[in-house]
């Protein structure tokens, strides 16, 4: 780990006290498949860190970890220092209660590769449910707050269609501005774009590009789209065997990949 406010000239990265998101030791496995193996992992707060590496190498398993879609085996998780699994009760770290992980739990949001939208619900309802019904804001607050982010993601005239009237580029920059809604402090995006007809692509991207502008909201990505790493990530890091591999800035990483598996798969994503 480098001093506090250094950069490091390998990954880029500038350490803070505090990382957004820090994973330690973590392992997991489903029964002989290991897919992660002792993962340290620090993610700075504001940081875009695409995850790449072939398929079953273990990387959307790193985002289903944070957002406790999966248990770790072992090791910790941290969310803005806040211990995720574990609490600190007599000076020890024990595992932590249900409250305190979905307390934690609750500055992370997640964008899944199939939207999973709630098809009886307007693109408005959809978006405000959180806010209401898990964070206890105002309906009418939580409507206006949909209302800015389906604007934010150019559908703010679509806010009263269900998801079986949108395209399914709509229903992923719905499901986008879903995971917005609850303010999080750190954005997991798994494949998000990989469902879509190549036309639709584009639009999810820009929104995507759009937030990563801002600067102010952590997001950790796991694509194969290596234009969007290369413009506007901070940080690749190539994941594979339960391990990663090689990481460092996008332009780099890409334009000089160090490992022989990651040149290998960067040769396969980008002849297509």
């Known amino acids: 780990m480098s001093a506090p406010d250094s950069t490091s000239p390998d990954t880029g990265r500038t ?6 998101v820090r994973m330690r030791d973590v392992n997991k496995a489903f029964g002989e ?28 398993t790193i985002l289903r970890v944070i957002m406790t879609l999966e248990r770790p085996d072992s090791g910790t ?12 009760r007599n000076g020890e770290l024990r595992p932590a209660r249900e409250k305190h992980i979905r307390s934690v739990r609750s500055n992370v949001g997640m964008v899944f590769q199939h939207f999973n939208l709630f098809p009886h619900l307007s693109a408005l309802e959809n978006i405000a449910l959180a806010p209401v019904k898990v964070h206890g804001w105002d309906k009418d607050a939580a409507n206006q707050r949909a209302l800015e982010l389906l604007d934010k993601v150019g559908l703010k005239a679509h806010a009263n269609h269900t998801p079986g009237q949108l395209s399914g580029g709509q229903k992923q920059r719905v499901a986008i501005a879903r995971s917005l809604a609850i303010e999080p402090e750190v954005m997991l995006f798994d494949e998000v774009t990989s469902a879509l007809d190549p036309e639709l692509v584009g639009d999810v991207l820009q929104v995507l590009k759009d937030i990563a502008a801002d ?41 000089d990949p160090q490992h022989e598996r990651t040149q290998g798969f960067l040769r396969a994503v980008l002849q297509h």
Request: no cysteine; proline share 5%.
């Open 33 to 60: 498949n290991v897919v992660l193996q002792g993962l340290d992992l620090d993610v700075d707060p504001g940081e875009r860190v695409v995850i790449i590496g072939p398929s079953g190498s273990g990387k959307t």
């Open 15 to 20: 350490a803070t006290s505090t990382p957004a």
């Open 215 to 255: 600067g102010k909201t952590t997001m950790m990505l796991v694509t194969h789209e290596m234009g969007f790493a290369r413009e506007s990530a901070d940080r690749l890091v190539m994941f594979d065997g339960g391990r990663i591999l090689e990481e460092g800035v996008p332009g780099q990483v890409l334009s």
């Open 77 to 88: 998780v941290e969310i803005g220092g806040r211990h995720l699994y574990h609490e600190e």
